[in-house]
């Protein structure tokens, strides 16, 4: 246990957070964006959170995602399928909860949950977060979140990770400019500027007082809560709705 960890009141903390895992099935290729940014965060002792997509991890297996875990990392819900809106908007605009629920939430937690363990190798991983794709948002993406206690993630800010026009050294001037204790960061796993940046980007941060956790880790350490059903998901996300879902834990609201 880093010794942060014993006293994490003493830090800022930040949450960094990449979408569409996994993109490699070969954990032991350095070079791999994925790989780079899991290693990343071992050096600077502290870890972040995947999302998955089930699309991706049926694609490319579990072994990313297993050595992962067992580097500290969280793993989301980032949807089963990773919908394209626009074909698919007025659906999860207005069926059920547990239409959106069984669709794209369910159907990835069981496959994680069958297929990855927790770090001590025994246990099934069980999912606790969620994020839309594309961070769209919709009634029932919020009442089945609420519902099933998995509280719906955003981001703060973008960074213009996916903007070619933004080169490394912007990039990494707008992460640290735009994070502040309690943040949570978007990224992407695949993503060779963020796997460039990252090291630069934790080593400023760290240097600054800093500790990278998990969403897990962030929720208890800045509000206390392990009891996910705690959280008022509807109303979290109503605080910042252009963000798509909590972007900073000061906008986790309890019941």
Same mark, same amino acid.
């Given at each position: 246990?880093?010794?942060?960890?014993?006293?994490?009141?003493?830090?800022?903390?930040?949450?960094?957070?990449?979408?569409?895992?996994?993109?490699?099935?070969?954990?032991?290729?350095?070079?791999?964006?994925?790989?780079?940014?899991i290693n990343a965060f071992k050096k600077y002792e502290g870890a972040g959170?995947?999302?998955?997509?089930?699309?991706?991890?049926?694609?490319?297996?579990?072994?990313?995602?297993?050595?992962?875990?067992?580097?500290?990392?969280?793993?989301?819900?980032?949807?089963?399928?990773?919908?394209?809106?626009?074909?698919?908007?007025?659906?999860?605009?207005?069926? +059920?909860?547990? *239409?959106?629920?069984?669709?794209? %939430?369910?159907?990835?937690?069981?496959?994680? =949950? !069958?297929?990855?363990?927790?770090?001590?190798?025994?246990?099934?991983?069980?999912?606790?977060?969620?994020?839309?794709?594309?961070?769209?948002?919709?009634?029932?993406?919020?009442?089945?979140?609420?519902?099933?206690?998995?509280?719906?993630?955003?981001?703060?800010?973008?960074?213009?990770?996916?903007?070619?026009?933004?080169?490394?050294?912007?990039?990494?001037?707008?992460?640290?400019?735009?994070?502040?204790?309690?943040?949570?960061?978007?990224?992407? +796993?695949?993503? *060779?500027?963020?796997?460039?940046? %990252?090291?630069?980007?934790?080593?400023?941060? =760290? !240097?600054?007082?800093?500790?990278?956790?998990?969403?897990?880790?962030?929720?208890?350490?800045?509000?206390?809560?392990?009891?996910?059903?705690?959280?008022?998901?509807?109303?979290?996300?109503?605080?910042?709705?252009?963000?798509?879902?909590?972007?900073?834990?000061?906008?986790?609201?309890?019941?």
């Open positions: 246990v880093p010794d942060w960890k014993l006293n994490p009141g003493n830090y800022k903390l930040i949450a960094f957070t990449f979408d569409d895992a996994p993109n490699t099935g070969n954990p032991n290729n350095a070079s791999d964006p994925n790989v780079k940014i959170t995947l999302f998955v997509t089930g699309t991706n991890a049926r694609k490319y297996g579990y072994k990313l995602l297993q050595y992962a875990v067992n580097c500290g990392f969280e793993l989301g819900n980032h949807t089963d399928t990773h919908p394209d809106w626009n074909g698919l908007e007025e659906r999860y605009k207005s069926c +059920t909860p547990e *239409t959106y629920y069984n669709e794209q %939430i369910k159907p990835l937690n069981e496959l994680i =949950y !069958n297929n990855v363990k927790t770090a001590d190798g025994k246990t099934p991983y069980t999912i606790r977060f969620a994020r839309s794709s594309n961070l769209y948002m919709s009634d029932p993406i919020k009442q089945a979140s609420e519902q099933y206690n998995m509280p719906l993630i955003g981001r703060q800010k973008g960074n213009g990770e996916m903007d070619s026009n933004v080169d490394n050294a912007t990039y990494i001037r707008n992460v640290l400019n735009n994070v502040s204790d309690g943040s949570i960061v978007l990224m992407h +796993t695949w993503s *060779t500027k963020s796997a460039d940046t %990252i090291d630069a980007i934790l080593s400023a941060l =760290y !240097n600054d007082g800093y500790r990278f956790c998990t969403l897990s880790e962030l929720f208890e350490y800045k509000l206390g809560v392990t009891d996910l059903s705690k959280i008022n998901v509807v109303a979290s996300c109503n605080v910042a709705p252009s963000s798509g879902g909590i972007g900073h834990i000061s906008e986790a609201k309890l019941h």
